[in-house]
């Protein structure tokens, strides 16, 4: 696995790693709220033959961590975050594969960048919209947005707060390992950090109009996280778009059910990119 350190928007240092062929087609993965790139380890055969490229999110994992609210509520930093490790990586037309909060940094590459430089997007338990955009139906029980013990300095309540939250990720309990991976991630992201992800008010749905190339809309049937509604919405906003329900899956398919996943995105990559499989 490469790594690299590219610097993205206001200058924040955005840690990527990087499997694969160099000249493969290349498939970007955006993880999500409070999580780190070593979520979408489960993807690791798909570099057999795409460039397979993921990177921390700012303020998570090995990315720098921003001080201040507005580093995280400024769309054209998102953006340009994700516009740096194209760039800088030379990605050829990527395919963009958001999970969860990673659908709201799409959005706003795609608000400000365009679709020009990508190839389709991927959105996976993806967020349709948060502050003042979001309304009652889009959450479960399990939304981190009704859990305060989520967003404190106070590690008595942190650390249990973030116990359930992974559990409720998924409709069946995770090996061991994983679950474990996915808890020390979220462990590592600053309470300011949590709460400023959320501190805006962003509704994706405009992106998701003038979005024109192929998207693929992945959602848990028992998600109780983000809610198959908000897939549903989502594919029925995105003009040139297909829907994928997992049943008995909840908010992360990419680890609950890898070779259904990973075989889906090598199909729909490689119908987005006309390359062969």
Known sequence: MRTHRVSGGGGCQIHVTDQGPEDAPALLFVHGWAQHNICWQAQAPLAEKFRVVAFDLRGHGGSD?????????????????????????GLKNPVLIGWSYGARVISSYLATHGQDAIGGIVLVGGIIAIGKHREPWMMG???????????TSDQNRLIP????????CTYKPLDRASYATLVAANMLVPALVRRALFAGDWDCRPSWQAFTKPALVIHGAED?????????AAAETL???????????????FAEHPARFNDEIAAFAANALGVSQ
């Open 65 to 89: 961590t921003p001080s201040e609210v507005e580093d995280y509520t400024d769309e054209a930093l998102w953006a340009n975050d994700i516009y740096a490790v194209i760039t800088e990586l």
């Open 141 to 151: 029980e399990g939304s981190p947005a009704l859990n305060r013990d989520l967003y």
């Open 161 to 168: 707060a973030t116990v359930k939250f992974v559990e409720q």
């Open 224 to 232: 109780d996280i983000v809610l198959p509604a908000v897939g549903k």
């Open 239 to 253: 003009p040139d778009s297909t829907l994928s329900l997992y049943p008995e899956t909840g908010h992360a398919p």
